[in-house]
């Protein structure tokens, strides 16, 4: 909704009004008008408002524009404390990387007395947050007084005023902005027209330049424009508040806004929060000694040895190994024992290897065969200060001939070194929503994201149309991406991200997530928490 | 009488001398002692060469089973329970009496973390003053500490320790009862069976416990837990109570549940993800699971089963004469992942025939099953290989394989591509190794190291 309200009021504050905010204020120079190429308007002489070029009228109170006699009237019927009528101009949008200007004849012949104000004139406001805008008008106040008043708007607060005392009660009116220094400049000119001697009597700087307002707006933004008429507690009849010769220049086809939040939204998984489940990379080297120290007993059958093995784990947590234990080969004669060993998925919120092996191996030269399964958390523990791991083994075998076997032995033993350093569960996700527009010119939401998983790899989903609803926010499904980091490119089916709820609320000029849940699965283990928890602001 | 001293007249020279009848004794003894552990040496060497249990294998299966099994069985009891004596020296070997044990177990001065240590010496030795101290701790220890314990008297055994067990299904704090899920099922037998069986029946109940419970029936492995588990699956559709039955299913040897999981796979109405977990699960079956799953991985209409089923197949090992068919459902299979795990379950296979398969792993596309197929021709070159293949393995595979080892791709691909080259062992993979090396990613580094380093 417009800004301008309580103008009376506020019009003896802006006697007083700290206006260190302007970057520059009445320079007090005469500018001839600048010559747009582009340009477009609305004499009003066809007494019919023209719809392809003006959008609904947005009234408060008995405010009424309406296009007679050649021009466009704004009336009050009955006057209350605040009455106005607001035309938006739908036919072009005003680009923030390109220069454009705005101008009417505005005409105020009332005489306000008491508490009364009226004023017509021109609105610019972001296309992006209607909350920072700028008006230019022609107004009449209770002292008999008319003057050229400008008003600039940082989302909906009083951020800098301008005025300029005239005899005038007819004057063509002009918002411009240049887009090298992103300064909107309003002013009046002396001559009705067509031969316009422009006096610029404020300007406003809306990038956030040497103390100026930011609005917030990248060079795609586009600003809409709105004539209007206003008053408070009076009644305004046919002839006494008028424009006419509505001209544009430099406006451009609308980019219309988006219809929801967007932005670019970062999440991260995080390490300190030990209630979320943790995707688990394992690859890497390990090494150490067989067999640990809780089967001890083995150790006089078989011997201590050492182990080193290398762990490559695939997109959907599989496992395989290469590596050597000392003193073992296959049955012909490779010391490089190699294969799948199991996989590792989620099992009560946690990450938990289930490794199985079936080894057909010689021991000292001897053949034996042994299998053996187990089922460990991917976590690694401190006991009494040493890394250890935990879990369950069930195990069956033969020592020369003799079977022996046992299931579900609990079992605690050192960590193999290299897990600490190994153990990946770092993860981001660049999520990016953004509004586009199709060849009707309506306008949609897309979403695409970057999922980068602990092992380094990065996952782009490509956008995809999705809606926001106010009551339920975002429900975005990312799976079937593709993992950019493998060489060549690969469609990855076993990565999916799975945000719900995500609602979103404005602060300052960037929306921020304010509930939500996000499910990840990957590596074949998957989890879920509050997105709020993953949000990196 | 006369017939009789006859016979045993060769005897009378013991009665001659007193040594000569000690030494008499001695030698019957060792020649005893010498016969028992012979027939026991003999009973395990034809219980590993002709196991009785094998008809394929077994010379007399019935005198076997009567005379060299037992023996064996009775050989393989003590060996099992030296390994669980050791396993159990820590908790049992406190270095204090069991009196001592108890008074530093009751004792609130003495460190939680030290006391709970405790608890599995007294649930073992289960007088009656040590079950007794274990209730009272259990009154007032911190649901951490009682889940820990929970876990750890389950994990002597013994029976008499469920006493313990039964009233913490009904703490307050999820994590101990789901301990005390796990400390019953360790111990196992009927009641708990039934327990178990009740609990993942109960969909009011929450999923962690249904899980739990499902995995625990798993554990216990006997027809009665099995039973339990498929009249719960059949009633769970695409879910993580449905996945983790699947699992302990999967568990069991597999004539157990053969039947159940071939109805469930071919059943239209099993969720697709759910016959992918259905296949995996067999991964931990018995090895005669091997030809089920090598006609999931040939005729199954859904890429997904036919890679898990051939991903199922890798980590049950060598099996014999796999080699030609899963070269030959390599060569008829169109996707990609699929052959992947092909590859992957050719891999410890023997007869491998590198030179049909040389030609289809350069033509993969896809770079997961072109270094999967890497790494079979690799293991056949080292083995057996014609020289065409070895050939080609050096002058066209490696310098593929130190390009994706040494440039940017997956750490996943990377890796893979030097367990290849780690395989093949020839003088141009060793080269390639070499300069992997030096390569600035530790992991692939350290592994390239350690493939140079083992040929040493």
Redesign the interface.
């Known amino acids: 909704m417009r800004q301008h309200r309580g103008k009376w009021f506020r019009r003896r504050l802006i006697v007083t009004f700290h206006m260190w905010f302007l970057i520059a204020l009445i320079p007090a120079f005469f500018c001839l008008g600048q010559a747009f190429a582009d340009t477009a308007g609305d004499d009003f002489d066809d007494n019919k408002k023209d719809t392809t070029k003006w959008g609904t009228d947005e009234v408060r109170g008995h405010g009424h524009l309406n296009e007679t006699g050649g021009r466009l009237e704004y009336t009050c019927g009955s006057g209350t404390a605040l009455d106005s009528s607001d035309r938006p101009w739908i036919l072009r949008r005003f680009p923030y990387n390109a220069d454009w200007s705005i101008q009417i004849d505005a005409t105020n012949n009332t005489a306000p007395t008491g508490n009364q104000w009226s004023s017509f004139g021109i609105i610019v406001h972001s296309a992006i947050d209607q909350d920072n805008e700028i008006e230019v008008e022609l107004e009449a106040d209770p002292g008999g007084v008319n003057a050229f008043l400008a008003e600039f708007h940082y989302y909906g607060f009083l951020y800098g005023t301008a005025t300029q005392i005239t005899g005038s009660k007819s004057a063509p009116i002009r918002i411009s902005f240049n887009s090298a220094t992103k300064v909107l400049t309003v002013s009046y000119s002396l001559d009705p027209g067509p031969n316009y001697q422009w006096v610029d009597f404020g300007s406003f700087g809306v990038n956030g330049d040497n103390g100026s307002a930011d609005w917030g707006l990248t060079d795609t933004d586009q600003f809409i424009a709105y004539v209007f008429g206003y008053s408070e507690n009076m009644a305004v009849n046919d002839g006494q508040l008028y424009g006419d010769n509505f001209l544009e220049s430099g406006g451009v086809t609308p980019v219309m806004p988006p219809p929801g939040p967007t932005g670019k939204f970062r999440f991260a998984f995080p390490t300190n929060n030990p209630l979320l489940t943790i995707i688990a990379s394992i690859i890497g080297h390990y090494s150490g000694v067989y067999p640990p120290a809780a089967f001890s007993g083995l150790l006089n059958v078989l011997g201590t040895r050492t182990y080193e093995m290398d762990i490559a784990q695939d997109e959907s947590g599989k496992l395989s190994y290469m590596g050597t234990v000392q003193g073992v080969t296959t049955q012909d004669n490779n010391s490089q024992l190699s294969g799948a060993i199991g996989a590792i998925s989620t099992v009560d919120g946690k990450p938990t290897a289930k490794l199985k092996g079936s080894f057909d191996d010689k021991v000292d030269g001897t053949p034996g065969k042994s299998k053996g399964t187990a089922n460990i958390p991917v976590e690694v523990i401190n006991i009494g200060g040493i890394d250890s791991v935990a879990g369950t083994a069930s195990y069956s075998g033969k020592i020369g001939g003799v079977p022996f076997s046992d299931r579900n032995v609990p079992f605690q033993v050192d960590a193999p070194l290299g897990t600490v350093g190994n153990l990946k569960k770092d993860w981001t996700l660049q999520l990016d929503i953004t509004g586009k527009q199709d060849a009707k010119g309506k306008t949609y939401i897309v979403a695409s994201s970057q999922l980068v998983l602990p092992n380094g790899d990065t996952i782009v989903f490509p956008e995809k149309k999705t809606r926001y609803s106010t009551k339920s926010g975002y429900a975005l499904s990312f799976k079937g991406g593709t993992n950019v980091t493998v060489n060549p490119p690969k469609v990855d089916k076993k990565t999916s991200i799975l945000i719900k709820g995500m609602t979103l609320t404005k602060q300052g000029n960037v929306w921020q997530p304010t509930a939500g849940t996000i499910t990840y699965k990957f590596f074949g283990q998957q989890g879920s928490g509050n997105l709020l928890d993953f949000y990196v602001p | 009488m006369k017939t009789i001293e006859k016979y045993f007249r060769f005897l009378k020279w013991l009665r001659t001398t007193l040594c000569g009848r000690w030494l008499f004794g001695v030698g019957i003894g060792l020649t005893i002692l010498l016969f028992t552990a012979g027939f026991i040496v003999f009973s ?2 034809i ?3 002709f196991p009785s249990d094998d008809p394929n294998h077994s010379l007399i299966p019935r005198l076997q089973r009567v005379l060299t099994k037992p023996i ?1 069985n009775a ?2 009891h003590q ?2 329970r ?6 159990e ?2 908790y049992m070997n406190t270095g204090f009496t069991l009196e001592e044990t108890i008074t530093r177990f009751l004792d609130e001065n003495v460190d939680m973390g030290e006391r709970r240590i405790y608890a599995y010496r007294l649930a073992r030795e289960a007088t009656p003053q040590a079950m007794a101290a274990l209730a009272k701790v259990f009154e007032t220890a911190r649901p951490e500490d009682r889940a820990f314990m929970a ?2 008297i389950g ?1 002597t055994r013994n029976p008499g320790a469920k006493d313990l067990l039964w009233p913490l299904l009904d703490d307050a704090d999820q994590k101990v009862v ?1 301990a005390a899920l796990r400390g019953l ?2 111990i196992g037998g009927a009641d708990v069976s039934s327990k178990l069986g009740m609990l993942l029946a109960d969909s009011a109940q929450p999923e ?1 416990i249904r ?2 419970a499902a ?1 625990g029936l798993g ?1 216990m ?1 006997t027809p009665a837990e099995r039973d339990f588990l498929m009249r719960v699956l059949v009633k769970e559709k695409e879910t993580d109570v449905g996945m ?1 039955i699947l699992n302990s299913l999967g ?1 069991f040897s597999f004539p157990m549940v053969a039947d159940t999981f071939e109805q469930y796979l071919s059943a239209p109405e099993t969720p697709g993800p759910m016959r992918v977990a259905a296949v ?1 699960s067999l ?2 079956s018995s ?1 005669e699971v091997v030809p089920f799953l090598l006609g999931a991985a040939a005729n199954d209409m859904d890429p997904d089963v036919r890679g898990s089923a051939a ?1 199922a197949i ?5 099996y014999d004469q796999l080699g030609p068919t899963l070269t030959d459902l390599a060569e008829q299979e169109t996707d990609a ?1 699929v052959r992947r795990r092909l590859y ?2 050719l ?2 296979q023997s007869g491998i025939p590198a030179d049909r398969l040389l030609p289809k792993v350069l033509a993969e ?4 099953a072109r270094v999967a197929g890497f ?1 079979v021709l690799g ?1 056949a070159v ?2 057996s290989a014609s020289a065409a293949v070895a050939t080609s393995f050096d002058q066209q595979i490696v310098p593929e394989l130190l390009q ?1 080892a040494t ?7 990377r ?2 591509a ?2 290849a080259l ?2 093949a ?1 020839t003088a141009a993979a060793q080269a390639a190794l070499a300069e992997i090396a030096n390569t600035p990613t530790p ?1 692939i580094a ?2 390239a190291r ?2 140079l ?3 040493k």
């Open positions: 395990v060497w219980e590993g060469r064996v050989v393989s060996v099992e030296y390994l669980r004596n050791r396993m020296a820590p876990l750890l994990s789901l099922s360790t962690s899980i739990e995995r554990d492995g983790e568990r995996e991964a931990q090895k991903w890798s980590l049950h090992g060598p992942d992957e379950a891999l410890p596309d896809d770079i997961a790494n293991s080292r083995q994706i440039s940017e791709n997956s750490l996943n691909i890796m893979r030097v367990f780690r395989q062992q992991q350290t592994a350690h493939g380093r083992a040929l």
